[in-house]
């Protein structure tokens, strides 16, 4: 059982404003930093700069994400020791995968360390999504606001990522981390664990839409992929290959769709 953590920690800090020309002294919260070393079958597999809550979700994302899992059926045994940095999985059946595809790496809070991060597993794990889900303009704003109310942490210290799985009218589990990549595994582990069927579903997100986001998406097998920030080519390209539509720059009551228009509507809900 996980022990209770915070993603924010507090700080004190000198603030300086212009108007008055002076520094105040106050408390500030600061988004935390943990890592955690992944032990696979008794060897490092990895090691995960995070936010220091959900590790669980994390861990099962991280490894479906990576090929290494399918189902929780795959899992033998799973302890994490936070108070050390380490999570212990083994597997039912041994990896028999040839570990240079999994060679022992640093995987920082902001992206993979390199481009074999990216494609060595994901021709395995990203799959074409065929889903047939429709979601109005109107509920991909909603959709977005609700995801921004839920975000305390973010308000707080302005450091952290956070993404959401729902649908058109609900979000059903919302992750924080300081890691966009970190924050989709949670989603991902979380599906993983409640079996949850995903065609149907939409992932909600604070962060950009680059190439590993759109990948994680298809991988979590979600055709609808709503952000509040922009796109880059690489990620559309791959969503338009991927059959995943990439909602982006949702503010206030404006978006744009960048692929596979069809599955949002007009109107309002």
């Not at 220091?52 to 479906?64: M, Y």
């Amino acid at each position: 059982m996980e022990q209770e953590r915070s993603n924010t920690t507090g700080w004190p800090i000198r603030k300086y404003s212009s108007q008055s020309g002076t520094f105040t002294e106050r408390d500030d919260e600061i988004a935390s930093e943990f890592a955690l070393t992944v032990k696979l079958d008794g060897e490092e597999f990895a090691t995960i700069v995070c936010s220091p809550t959900d590790l669980q979700q994390l861990i099962i994302g991280f490894l479906a994400s990576e090929g290494v899992i399918r189902t929780m059926k795959d899992i033998a045994q799973l302890d994490i020791d936070a108070d050390k940095g380490f999570a212990y999985v083994s597997l039912v059946h041994k990896q028999s995968t040839s570990k240079e595809y999994y060679s022992r790496r640093f995987i920082g809070s902001c992206c993979g360390k390199s481009r074999q991060f990216y494609f060595h597993n994901d021709m395995m794990t990203a799959r074409t999504v065929t889903s047939r889900i429709q979601v109005s303009a109107g509920e991909c704003l909603a959709l977005m606001r609700l995801l921004q109310q839920s975000s305390d942490d973010f308000r707080l210290t302005g450091g952290v990522h956070n993404a959401a799985i729902g649908t058109a009218g609900e979000l059903l589990a919302v992750y924080t981390d300081i890691g966009r990549h970190n924050a989709l595994d949670k989603v991902f582990g979380y599906c993983v664990e409640k079996r949850l069927r995903t065609s149907d579903k939409i992932i909600i997100f604070s962060g950009r839409l680059s190439s590993e986001v759109v990948l994680k998406a298809a991988k979590i097998g979600c055709g609808i992929l709503l952000s509040k920030s922009a796109p880059t080519d690489l990620a559309l390209k791959l969503a338009t290959d991927l059959g995943i539509t990439c909602v982006g720059f949702i503010r206030g009551d404006e978006l744009n769709v960048y692929t596979h228009y069809d599955r949002v509507t007009g109107g309002n809900m």
